[in-house]
């Protein structure tokens, strides 16, 4: 009887425990729930040890307690401890442990960093237990798995003032980032009072005017933007402001390329003459630094600055997306080339980066950079940050170079999070929250001994697209959460629908405080699938599936339209509009999809080459879902390919007659996109011998407009390949000149 009396306690105890559903994030490393819970007095009362600065940081975050000291003797309802000077772990500043029991709150930690994220923690318990005015006894051990939790900002395209700065500051605070990266400098601005130079804020602070919308439609607005700039005393109090919250602010001079503002101001540290302006366009343009001796007497100053403001061990100095173009044509440059015996440009780049580098470390510091600062070969003591792929940081891995992973793929913000349609205009490409979760930032390439040199992980925002903070808001809420977690090192991608759980009932704490969030997971999202007669278009949403209703005639869906049960067949052309309601209302953004079917559509289809990450939503898949790309959204629905040709081959799964071949290709020079170079269409019975029935060159496909429908003649096969020969090297006179071009490539059709 006794046995059995045990057991069914043991069984309500479990029960009871699993109906408990904490709404952290980032999750904690190790939580064990107990018995009891802690009733939440009106007045906290708190031990007169507690670290006092992070102690008031909690006040100001539960205003809606009282807080008193407890008198001697008196119990308190939060003691801090010190962790023992024996704990193994007493290195990582940033363990805590917290345990909340019906006697009150107790943290422990190495440092008062550890105690500042326990903060977190605990007021994330205290807001989704506030109603029930009693919070779970549980005991919890936690630290990171990374060094480097960061979020950047880019201030240069446009400007956000001290108070967003502060505010973007507390966003990292509460979900534990430890690494503010603050993009001062740019092309199109500069955004630090230099005092030895203060033409850089009386010129290049300011543009004439802006660009506006998509890309592709070369359009500005016409009004001077600035002058906007920080002040070194605002500086100092944004730094001591993110200091008190332990975040590190690691402040970014791009150097040597994008740097036309500082030029704008100072034209005599180019290679050519000038005049130059501050960009009033996006992108990347020809005029660098010159590496004479002026400039880095110019930079170095720039940075003594520059270093006296920021006690971070890192200095970002950029060092992305540098044009060869005028150091290929400026006699000092190539005499440079020789006199250091140097293999090229790219190999006096890495002099550059290298005389940085010996002046940063000759104060103390050292430098972080763009993964380009790998070309010619890294610098001693440099950190390397991996945007462009994770190769970057797999290289500076592998000779023992510490790294800080930024894949774009991942972590770049400003790509849309959901269906472009319905959302604001932004870069390109496609990164919902589900992608940043996903993330893993230890490549399977390296082993135990080199993944230690991987820092951690950040994500970017850029903002050409980002016209004001309430937008910031919207670009990086929910997807900072992921960040958040996938730093922490507690992501669990396969049980992503546990963590969106958690997201939805943080909507609550963004709603009390005014932030603009992203909604995008409550919107309907499509998939297309295969289909033996075409394909399939397949809804999801994080609701309840019976909340969506569709039409596929192009109306509008109202609560009467059908409810979407099971995948759309799509075996014609069709426009598919989803929504989702509740109670009758609308509680979405309205879903629109054209479908145009061709004799490809649905079919296998293989490539040789594979899109870059950053633009492979879908596979190859994408080239014959029966959508058509926006070409001003280059997010979902276009594959890019930088450098590679586009080599697919289409099985239309037996001997199909046809006499016409399309496809699309974009033309953005600005982006570094350019049209193809040719393209030839083949034939096959077998799938392995192939004979042309059409070739075109570049003057066909410039006439075209990229826009290519090919007359094959009658034909009759069961294979079809298109190769799409990619431009090369962008040519002189071009933005990213001397760089591989992308070549963005849409439907191939048939019919």
Known sequence: MLRILLVFSLLISTCFFSQIKLNLIPYPQKVELQKGEFIIPKNLKLNQILPVKETDYLKKRLNYLQFSDSVKEERSDLTYLAFPPNDKDIANEEKYSLTISSDGITISSASNSGYFLALQTLIQLFEQYKDSGKIPAMTIEDQPKFAWRGMHLDVCRHFFTVEEVKQYIDYLAMYKLNTFHWHLTDDQGWRIEIKKYPKLTQIGSKRKESMIGAYVDNTFDGKPYGPYFYTQDQIKDVVKYATERHITVVPEIEMPGHGLAALSAYPELACTKGPFEAATKWGVFDDVFCPKEETFTFLENVLDEVIALFPSQYIHIGGDECPK???????????????????????????????????????????IGWDEILEGGLAPN?????????????????????????????????????????????????????????YNPIPAELNAEQSKYILGVQANLWTEYILDFKQVQYMIFPRLFALSEVGWGTSKPENYKEFENRVVEHFKILDKMNINYAKSIYNISGKVIPNSNGVFYELSTSQDLNGIKYTIDGSEPKSSSATYHNPIPVSKAMKVKSAYFEDGKLKSAVSSQNFTTSKTTGKKITLENQPSENYSFGGAFTLVDGIVGNVKQLGKTWLGFQGKDVVATIDLGEKTKFSEVYFNTLDNKGSWIHLAKSATVSISDDGKNFKTIKEIGKDEILSAKGKINLKVGNQNAKFIKIKIENAGIIPAGNPGADSKAWLFVDEIGAQ
């Not at 792929?389 to 991942?410: C, D, L, Q, R, S």
């Not at 959901?418 to 490409?429: K, R, S, Y």
């Open 382 to 438: 440099a950190a390397v940050m991996s945007w462009t792929g994770i190769k970057g940081g797999i290289e500076a891995a592998k000779t023992n170079h510490f790294a800080v992973m930024t894949p774009g793929a991942y972590c770049y913000f400003d790509h849309y999070q959901g269906d472009p349609q319905t959302e604001p205009n932004a870069f390109g490409g496609f990164t919902p929250l589900d992608k940043v979760y996903s």
């Open 325 to 367: 173009t005028r150091w290929k044509e400026c006699a000092h440059c190539q005499e440079l080339i020789k006199k250091h015996n140097l293999k090229d440009e790219h190999g006096l780049q890495s002099y550059f980066i290298q005389r940085i580098e010996k002046h940063v470390n000759s104060k103390g510091r050292k430098i």
